[in-house]
């Protein structure tokens, strides 16, 4: 069964980074589209940023566009979001998603796999 681990949330100050961390177990990280979506208190999911396999398609967020960046590193089965001037308005769960099959997509509904999530706080 297809895993996906995240880690790096924590509480930091508004213009701090912040790198998260997916890992992925019995999945093909490098045939996979993968992303990060995040869910605020009593706000829908939405998407952060998305990887297509070989990393040729990379999608953001215009919230995000400019400060975040993706990436994977496909011997270490992970998945990463560098994170650069974090506003509080970041503040949410992290979620990484996996789907094996298709491009890399924009909406919850693509991705077959999740992740528990992690906590990033932006204190102002």
């Known amino acids: 069964q297809v895993q996906l681990v995240e880690s790096g949330g924590r509480l930091v100050q508004a213009g701090d980074s912040l790198r998260l961390s997916c890992v992925a177990s019995?999945?093909?990280?490098?045939?996979?589209?993968m992303a990060w979506f995040r869910q605020a208190p009593g706000k829908e999911r939405e998407f952060v940023a998305a990887i297509h396999w070989l990393g040729r398609t990379i999608a953001y967020a215009d919230s995000v566009k400019g400060r975040f960046t993706i990436s994977r590193d496909n011997d270490r089965r992970t998945l990463y979001l560098q994170m650069n001037i974090l506003k509080p308005e970041d503040t949410a769960v992290y979620y990484c998603?996996?789907?094996?099959?298709?491009?890399?997509?924009?909406?919850?509904?693509?991705?077959?796999?999740w992740g528990q999530g992690t906590q990033v706080t932006v204190s102002s």
């Open positions: 019995k999945l093909t990280v490098s045939t996979s589209a």
């Open positions: 998603a996996a789907r094996p099959v298709g491009m890399a997509g924009t909406t919850p509904i693509q991705y077959d796999y």
